[in-house]
């Protein structure tokens, strides 16, 4: 790539973004990457039924019959609702 100097109207960042700029639009691709994302759809997440298995909330005590996950002997197992209650607060912060 040619190298223009920082006094000059472009730098190689500049070239190097352009570039990758006109060839995203030649490939149909729209928006920031962020942008694209926040588009795409969401799968389901997969549900294990768990009603042989008679669990019980560890808080509540509550029947469970279907679970995201495959249990493990080890760990307890929470509701729904009992999960989003223990589910830490999400403090990031967006720029």
């Keep these: 790539m040619k190298r223009v100097s920082m006094r000059g109207i472009a730098t190689d960042r500049h070239l190097r973004y ?4 006109t060839i995203s639009q030649a490939l149909g691709h729209t928006g920031t990457c ?9 799968q ?14 560890a808080d509540c005590g509550a029947e469970i019959k279907e679970l995201p996950f495959e249990p493990k ?9 009992c999960a989003r209650k223990r589910r830490p607060q999400n403090n990031r912060i967006f720029r």
């Design 18 to 21: 352009s570039l990758l700029n």
């Design 34 to 42: 962020r942008e694209r994302r926040s588009r795409m759809p969401y």
């Design 44 to 57: 389901k997440r997969r549900m294990y039924d768990v009603s042989h298995l008679n669990l019980t909330c």
């Design 73 to 81: 002997d080890d760990r307890p197992v929470y509701c729904r609702e």
